[in-house]
């Protein structure tokens, strides 16, 4: 399995730039969007205190280690910039973001994606308050929908269940785990998209097979994506779903 280099041989100032353009997004959309990710930076900073939204971060930090961390799941599945390209498309991508905490990886692709509809789906209240807000602030509130409760309960909701055509979640629980609460919110031909590290997918990888297995569903792992400005390795599980 190969590893995507994206550390480029560049100054940290454009790190973030040069990544987005690898991650195949306009170079006409990357001034509005930096605009945006600076303000939702700054929200952060704001309201990080009172609603525990993550521990000290520096501009450096959400640039590589959450904003481009985030659109790193675009560098292995490129279909979802042109979703044309997704099977049995037709319309917006209907993304559910479970966990999201302070709104990512969902706001962060909300914002490179146009064609994005995203549930934040976040069961603390005030990450939930947020992120609702951050829509607001960032000009998303019609692409984003927050529902303050635990996805394990809306996978059964005949509101959610069949729903999306992908579903996402970072740093929220085991892969096995995963799978059995959320894999109800995927519509037929659909994705379940985990962001996991090598050393994760290591250990995590039987369990999601076995537990994929009961359900038909199928599981690949992407190729290791080497994160700008040194911060870190992702490595995604994706975890497909077929006509049920």
Not at 19 to 36: K, N, P, V
Not at 116 to 124: C, G, P, R, V, Y
Not at 204 to 233: F, M
Request: net charge neutral.
């Amino acid at each position: 399995m190969g590893i995507v280099d994206c550390g480029l041989r560049i100054s940290k100032k454009t790190d973030l730039h040069q990544f987005w353009i690898s991650c195949g997004l306009s170079e006409d959309a990357w001034a509005e969007a930096i605009q945006r990710y600076e303000r939702y930076y700054h929200l952060i900073l704001d309201h990080n205190r009172a609603n525990g939204l993550m521990g000290q971060i520096t501009r450096e930090d959400f640039h590589f280690k959450h904003i481009a961390d985030s659109l790193a799941v675009l560098l292995v599945y490129p279909e979802l910039l042109v979703p044309s390209k997704i099977e049995g498309f037709a319309g917006p991508v209907r993304l559910a973001d479970v966990g999201c905490g302070a709104g990512l990886p969902g706001i962060v692709l909300a914002i490179a994606l146009p064609h994005l509809q995203l549930t934040a789906i976040e069961s603390n209240h005030k990450k939930a308050d947020f992120v609702k807000l951050s829509s607001s602030e960032l000009g998303l509130e019609n692409r984003v929908k927050v529902v303050a409760r635990r996805s394990r309960e809306i996978a059964r909701d005949e509101q959610y269940r069949d729903r999306f055509d992908v579903v996402t979640a970072r740093a929220v629980a085991p892969a096995d785990k995963t799978i059995r609460e959320n894999r109800l919110l995927l519509a037929p031909d659909s994705s379940l998209i985990l962001y996991k590290t090598p050393t994760a997918i290591a250990d995590e990888l039987p369990l999601a097979r076995r537990e994929a297995d009961k359900h038909k569903l199928t599981v690949e792992t992407s190729d290791v994506i080497s994160l700008p400005a040194e911060a870190g390795q992702r490595q995604f599980i994706r975890i497909l779903s077929q006509n049920h």
